[in-house]
């Protein structure tokens, strides 16, 4: 949240790194890090999911509902083929849904190495809670019921719901979530690969993990919280505007309406 979708580069730019930290946990600092220390576009899952091209909504929302059910060769694949199309272009990817799906992706690409960026559990479910909260409230399904990308919300938090109860046995986001997700990582990625990073540490290990220099301007800080409240409220104003809209042209219809029938009828 708070970020626009990202762009691909060039097909075969060379997928680095697989961002494997649980949301909230600074994935868009680590993000805007990325893309300056890597030179290319990050791939921010959540964004792109629920915000991008039609075409990569459409193959998250195909990924997501196939990864649980993969059974067959020709199911894994697929899984395969999907992920590669989406994250084509990218050196990274980041946040939920790709951060639940490292091994999936690992094996799409092998080379790349894994960050998870971490924080202590307390102040990570209180920002999380912060999210929900917002995100959770009666009126925001009806306010944006008419934007196009936001009816998409529904049908992706169904997805998401299937992916959780598969990997962690709970088919939302919970306060345990991010112990059995770091506990996951530390059993599916091997040692060598994993690398665990708090972006409160600025540039200089997160540089040693790239083995690149440190670069010489300050290091990103997202606030992800003042963002993704700026989202939300820009989605409630562009929801109310639709709903003017729709409610003005029914206004007028009706009118319309009146008036021929007074006319051929009174």
Known sequence: MGQQPSLPGPPGTKFR????GMSRTGTKTLNEA???????PVHDSGIQSLGGPVDQIGAWLQIMALAPKVQSFS???KLDWLLSSVLDGYVATMDCPAATLTPEIMRVYPDAIVIATTRDEISWWRSMSYMN???STWYLPLVVVFLHKSQVYGLWMLRFSGIMKWRYNSEKIEEDTLR???QHLRD??????????????????????LNVPVPDIPFPHNNDQINASKVVRDHVLAGLISWIFVLSTLA???????SWYQRYFS
């Open 188 to 209: 599916t990625v091997p040692p060598e690969k994993l690398f665990w990073y708090n972006v409160s540490e600025g540039w200089e290990p997160l540089c040693r993990i």
């Open 180 to 182: 059995k997700h770091e």
């Open 252 to 258: 007028i219809a009706i009118w319309i309406l009146k």
């Open 75 to 77: 199911d894994q694949k």
């Open 34 to 40: 990325l893309t300056i220390l890597l030179k290319g």
């Open 17 to 20: 790194v697989i961002g494997a």
């Open 133 to 135: 909260s917002m995100m």
